[in-house]
Protein backbone atom coordinates (compact mmCIF):
# COMPACT_ATOMS: atom_id res chain seq x y z
CA UNK A 1 0.00 0.00 0.00
CA UNK A 2 2.80 2.71 0.73
CA UNK A 3 6.09 3.32 -0.87
CA UNK A 4 9.15 2.27 0.13
CA UNK A 5 10.50 5.63 0.29
CA UNK A 6 10.60 7.22 3.65
CA UNK A 7 9.06 10.77 4.20
CA UNK A 8 11.06 13.34 2.97
CA UNK A 9 13.94 15.59 4.76
CA UNK A 10 11.28 18.04 6.14
CA UNK A 11 11.86 22.21 5.84
CA UNK A 12 10.36 22.57 9.46
CA UNK A 13 12.61 23.24 11.94
CA UNK A 14 12.39 21.40 14.89
CA UNK A 15 10.62 24.33 17.12
CA UNK A 16 8.16 23.98 14.03
CA UNK A 17 7.23 20.65 14.15
CA UNK A 18 6.93 21.19 18.27
CA UNK A 19 4.26 24.16 16.88
CA UNK A 20 2.60 21.59 14.74
CA UNK A 21 2.60 18.66 17.34
CA UNK A 22 1.44 21.11 20.32
CA UNK A 23 -1.65 22.71 17.86
CA UNK A 24 -2.18 18.83 16.80
CA UNK A 25 -3.11 17.60 20.64
CA UNK A 26 -4.95 20.98 21.17
CA UNK A 27 -7.44 20.58 18.14
CA UNK A 28 -8.28 16.82 18.34
CA UNK A 29 -10.63 14.87 18.58
CA UNK A 30 -9.44 11.86 19.77
CA UNK A 31 -6.14 10.67 20.10
CA UNK A 32 -4.84 7.29 19.80
CA UNK A 33 -1.50 6.74 21.31
CA UNK A 34 0.67 4.05 20.01
CA UNK A 35 3.84 3.25 22.65
CA UNK A 36 7.13 1.10 22.12
CA UNK A 37 10.02 0.72 24.36
CA UNK A 38 11.55 4.29 23.97
CA UNK A 39 9.04 5.66 25.63
CA UNK A 40 9.53 3.66 28.89
CA UNK A 41 13.74 4.04 28.09
CA UNK A 42 12.87 7.74 28.34
CA UNK A 43 11.18 7.55 31.09
CA UNK A 44 14.40 6.31 32.89
CA UNK A 45 13.64 2.85 32.59
CA UNK A 46 16.44 1.17 31.08
CA UNK A 47 17.58 -2.38 30.77
CA UNK A 48 20.90 -1.72 31.14
CA UNK A 49 24.13 0.28 32.96
CA UNK A 50 23.84 1.94 36.18
CA UNK A 51 20.59 0.67 36.68
CA UNK A 52 21.05 -2.99 35.87
CA UNK A 53 23.95 -2.70 38.09
CA UNK A 54 22.27 -1.39 41.23
CA UNK A 55 19.97 -3.67 40.90
CA UNK A 56 21.51 -7.23 39.33
CA UNK A 57 25.41 -6.45 40.01
CA UNK A 58 25.17 -9.68 41.68
CA UNK A 59 23.79 -11.70 39.10
CA UNK A 60 26.33 -9.83 36.28
CA UNK A 61 29.34 -10.88 38.45
CA UNK A 62 28.14 -14.67 39.28
CA UNK A 63 26.60 -15.06 36.00
CA UNK A 64 28.32 -12.84 33.39
CA UNK A 65 24.60 -11.37 32.52
CA UNK A 66 25.66 -8.17 30.92
CA UNK A 67 21.79 -5.93 30.85
CA UNK A 68 17.98 -7.07 32.13
CA UNK A 69 17.14 -8.10 28.56
CA UNK A 70 19.68 -10.99 28.19
CA UNK A 71 19.15 -11.85 31.46
CA UNK A 72 15.05 -13.05 31.05
CA UNK A 73 17.03 -15.40 28.79
CA UNK A 74 19.86 -17.22 30.89
CA UNK A 75 19.47 -20.42 30.88
CA UNK A 76 19.06 -20.55 35.20
CA UNK A 77 19.80 -24.53 36.43
CA UNK A 78 16.72 -24.47 39.04
CA UNK A 79 13.98 -22.40 39.51
CA UNK A 80 14.73 -21.03 42.25
CA UNK A 81 17.56 -19.05 40.65
CA UNK A 82 15.23 -18.41 37.68
CA UNK A 83 12.23 -16.94 39.87
CA UNK A 84 14.86 -14.68 41.89
CA UNK A 85 16.15 -13.18 38.50
CA UNK A 86 12.49 -12.19 37.59
CA UNK A 87 10.83 -11.41 40.83
CA UNK A 88 13.58 -8.73 41.16
CA UNK A 89 12.99 -7.60 37.17
CA UNK A 90 9.06 -7.65 37.93
CA UNK A 91 9.66 -5.56 40.55
CA UNK A 92 11.93 -2.94 39.71
CA UNK A 93 10.04 -2.50 36.16
CA UNK A 94 6.01 -3.43 37.07
CA UNK A 95 5.55 -2.34 40.57
CA UNK A 96 7.97 0.50 40.90
CA UNK A 97 7.39 3.96 39.20
CA UNK A 98 9.43 4.55 36.27
CA UNK A 99 12.10 7.11 37.84
CA UNK A 100 11.05 10.46 35.57
CA UNK A 101 7.89 11.78 35.24
CA UNK A 102 7.32 11.23 31.02
CA UNK A 103 4.15 9.13 31.64
CA UNK A 104 2.90 11.82 33.96
CA UNK A 105 3.47 14.48 31.34
CA UNK A 106 1.92 12.45 28.81
CA UNK A 107 -0.93 11.79 30.71
CA UNK A 108 -1.19 15.57 31.40
CA UNK A 109 -1.16 16.35 27.39
CA UNK A 110 -4.45 14.02 26.65
CA UNK A 111 -6.28 14.55 29.84
CA UNK A 112 -10.10 15.73 29.05
CA UNK A 113 -9.27 13.72 25.30
CA UNK A 114 -10.89 11.33 24.59
CA UNK A 115 -8.16 8.70 23.93
CA UNK A 116 -6.53 5.52 24.15
CA UNK A 117 -3.22 3.60 24.56
CA UNK A 118 -2.02 0.74 22.40
CA UNK A 119 0.83 -0.65 23.92
CA UNK A 120 3.73 -3.32 23.11
CA UNK A 121 5.63 -2.53 26.53
CA UNK A 122 4.62 -5.05 29.07
CA UNK A 123 5.70 -2.42 32.52
CA UNK A 124 2.22 -0.98 33.37
CA UNK A 125 3.38 2.48 33.76
CA UNK A 126 0.62 3.60 32.16
CA UNK A 127 -1.36 2.41 34.98
CA UNK A 128 0.77 3.22 37.40
CA UNK A 129 0.87 6.41 36.49
CA UNK A 130 -2.84 6.92 36.27
CA UNK A 131 -4.24 6.43 32.91
CA UNK A 132 -7.88 4.86 32.78
CA UNK A 133 -7.61 1.35 32.63
CA UNK A 134 -10.32 1.18 30.56
CA UNK A 135 -8.56 2.79 27.57
CA UNK A 136 -5.48 0.76 27.63
CA UNK A 137 -4.63 -2.39 25.71
CA UNK A 138 -1.13 -4.13 26.34
CA UNK A 139 -0.65 -6.69 23.22
CA UNK A 140 2.13 -8.28 24.84
CA UNK A 141 1.44 -9.16 28.31
CA UNK A 142 2.00 -7.86 31.62
CA UNK A 143 4.80 -8.34 34.05
CA UNK A 144 2.92 -8.66 36.62
CA UNK A 145 0.56 -11.82 35.41
CA UNK A 146 1.56 -15.48 35.64
CA UNK A 147 0.68 -18.69 33.71
CA UNK A 148 0.85 -22.31 33.12
CA UNK A 149 3.72 -22.73 31.40
CA UNK A 150 1.80 -25.71 29.29
CA UNK A 151 -0.38 -23.67 28.77
CA UNK A 152 -3.06 -25.96 30.34
CA UNK A 153 -5.90 -23.63 30.42
CA UNK A 154 -6.38 -19.64 29.23
CA UNK A 155 -5.96 -17.90 32.82
CA UNK A 156 -3.70 -15.56 34.54
CA UNK A 157 -2.64 -14.70 37.96
CA UNK A 158 -1.70 -11.57 39.76
CA UNK A 159 1.58 -11.79 41.00
CA UNK A 160 2.16 -8.91 42.64
CA UNK A 161 1.83 -9.99 46.84
CA UNK A 162 4.46 -13.38 45.86
CA UNK A 163 7.20 -11.56 43.92
CA UNK A 164 7.32 -8.78 46.65
CA UNK A 165 7.83 -11.88 49.09
CA UNK A 166 10.50 -13.46 46.17
CA UNK A 167 12.57 -10.31 46.73
CA UNK A 168 12.69 -9.68 50.26
CA UNK A 169 12.97 -13.65 51.58
CA UNK A 170 15.36 -14.96 48.49
CA UNK A 171 18.91 -15.13 49.17
CA UNK A 172 22.62 -15.79 47.09
CA UNK A 173 20.39 -15.27 44.26
CA UNK A 174 17.56 -17.97 45.08
CA UNK A 175 14.20 -17.85 46.27
CA UNK A 176 13.04 -20.47 48.87
CA UNK A 177 11.75 -23.15 47.09
CA UNK A 178 8.04 -22.90 48.40
CA UNK A 179 7.88 -19.47 46.81
CA UNK A 180 7.83 -21.08 43.68
CA UNK A 181 4.66 -20.85 41.36
CA UNK A 182 3.07 -23.70 40.52
CA UNK A 183 -0.04 -24.21 37.89
CA UNK A 184 -3.17 -24.53 40.21
CA UNK A 185 -4.76 -26.62 37.52
CA UNK A 186 -2.07 -28.94 36.14
CA UNK A 187 0.91 -28.43 38.88
CA UNK A 188 3.02 -27.47 36.08
CA UNK A 189 5.77 -24.68 36.63
CA UNK A 190 4.30 -21.21 36.10
CA UNK A 191 5.85 -19.13 33.81
CA UNK A 192 5.57 -14.80 32.66
CA UNK A 193 2.41 -14.03 30.46
CA UNK A 194 4.83 -12.55 27.98
CA UNK A 195 4.61 -13.02 24.02
CA UNK A 196 7.30 -14.83 23.20
CA UNK A 197 5.64 -17.74 21.59
CA UNK A 198 2.89 -19.99 20.43
CA UNK A 199 2.01 -20.33 24.14
CA UNK A 200 1.49 -16.99 25.18
CA UNK A 201 -2.11 -16.73 26.90
CA UNK A 202 -4.48 -14.07 25.71
CA UNK A 203 -7.06 -14.14 28.87
CA UNK A 204 -10.50 -12.61 29.54
CA UNK A 205 -8.92 -9.47 30.52
CA UNK A 206 -6.68 -9.03 27.06
CA UNK A 207 -9.61 -9.77 25.08
CA UNK A 208 -12.11 -7.22 26.75
CA UNK A 209 -9.06 -4.68 25.48
CA UNK A 210 -8.66 -5.95 22.44
CA UNK A 211 -12.37 -5.51 22.03
CA UNK A 212 -12.50 -2.06 23.45
CA UNK A 213 -9.72 -0.99 21.30
CA UNK A 214 -11.60 -1.93 18.00
CA UNK A 215 -14.62 -0.22 19.40
CA UNK A 216 -12.53 2.88 19.63
CA UNK A 217 -11.18 2.90 16.51
CA UNK A 218 -14.92 2.14 14.78
CA UNK A 219 -16.09 5.32 16.09
CA UNK A 220 -13.22 7.88 15.05
CA UNK A 221 -12.59 6.30 12.16
CA UNK A 222 -13.57 9.99 10.67
CA UNK A 223 -12.76 13.82 12.24
CA UNK A 224 -9.65 15.17 13.40
CA UNK A 225 -7.79 11.71 15.33
CA UNK A 226 -3.98 12.40 16.31
CA UNK A 227 -2.04 8.99 15.82
CA UNK A 228 0.34 9.52 18.29
CA UNK A 229 3.54 7.04 17.78
CA UNK A 230 5.78 7.31 21.03
CA UNK A 231 9.68 4.80 20.88
CA UNK A 232 7.99 2.89 18.77
CA UNK A 233 11.09 0.42 17.09
CA UNK A 234 11.19 -1.91 14.29
CA UNK A 235 10.85 -5.11 15.77
CA UNK A 236 6.89 -5.63 15.01
CA UNK A 237 6.47 -2.49 13.19
CA UNK A 238 2.76 -4.20 12.41
CA UNK A 239 1.43 -3.67 15.59
CA UNK A 240 1.53 0.15 16.17
CA UNK A 241 3.44 1.58 13.37
CA UNK A 242 1.57 -0.08 10.33
CA UNK A 243 -1.44 0.36 11.34
CA UNK A 244 -1.06 3.69 12.32
CA UNK A 245 0.15 4.76 8.81
CA UNK A 246 -2.92 2.70 7.54
CA UNK A 247 -5.86 4.51 9.21
CA UNK A 248 -4.07 7.65 8.87
CA UNK A 249 -3.81 7.49 5.32
CA UNK A 250 -7.85 6.49 5.16
CA UNK A 251 -9.04 9.39 7.30
CA UNK A 252 -8.29 12.83 5.54
CA UNK A 253 -8.81 15.06 8.86
CA UNK A 254 -6.49 12.28 10.54
CA UNK A 255 -2.47 13.47 11.43
CA UNK A 256 0.41 11.26 12.32
CA UNK A 257 3.22 11.67 14.45
CA UNK A 258 5.92 10.06 15.19
CA UNK A 259 8.27 10.49 17.85
CA UNK A 260 11.71 8.59 18.42
CA UNK A 261 15.27 9.02 19.41
CA UNK A 262 16.91 8.91 16.35
CA UNK A 263 13.96 7.30 13.30
CA UNK A 264 11.31 9.31 13.41
CA UNK A 265 9.54 8.30 9.90
CA UNK A 266 6.04 8.13 7.57
CA UNK A 267 5.65 6.99 3.99
CA UNK A 268 5.43 9.64 1.22
CA UNK A 269 1.91 9.15 1.10
CA UNK A 270 0.62 10.48 4.47
CA UNK A 271 3.82 13.18 4.68
CA UNK A 272 1.79 16.24 4.11
CA UNK A 273 -0.23 15.32 7.38
CA UNK A 274 2.84 13.72 9.43
CA UNK A 275 4.69 15.29 12.26
CA UNK A 276 8.37 13.00 12.13
CA UNK A 277 10.54 14.15 15.61
CA UNK A 278 13.55 12.99 16.27
CA UNK A 279 14.89 13.48 19.72
CA UNK A 280 14.53 12.36 23.15
CA UNK A 281 10.93 11.53 24.21
CA UNK A 282 10.78 13.60 27.37
CA UNK A 283 12.64 16.67 26.00
CA UNK A 284 9.96 16.85 23.58
CA UNK A 285 7.03 16.10 26.04
CA UNK A 286 8.54 19.31 28.36
CA UNK A 287 8.72 21.54 25.39
CA UNK A 288 4.92 21.02 23.95
CA UNK A 289 4.09 20.87 27.89
CA UNK A 290 5.65 24.90 28.40
CA UNK A 291 2.58 27.23 28.38
CA UNK A 292 4.53 29.71 26.95
Known sequence: MFSRIS????????????DRLKSALADADAVVIGAGAGLSASAGLTYSGERFEKHF???SQTYGIRDMYSGGFY???????????????????RYERAPKPVYDQLLDLVRGK???????NVDHQFQLAGFDKQRLFYT??????WQCSRPCHQGTYDNEDIVRRMVTEQRDMKVPSELIPHCPKCGRPMTMNLRCDDTFVQDEGWDQAASRYRDFLRR??????????LGVGINTPVIIKYPFWEYAHENPEALYACLNLESAYAP???NSRSICINGDIETILNSISDPS
Do not use: C, M
Request: charged share 20%.
Open 7 to 18: TPKSTETYWEKL
Open 57 to 59: GDF
Open 75 to 93: PFQTLEEYWAWWSRHILVN
Open 114 to 120: DYFVLTT
Open 140 to 145: QGDYGL
Open 220 to 229: HQHGRVLYLE
Open 268 to 270: AEI
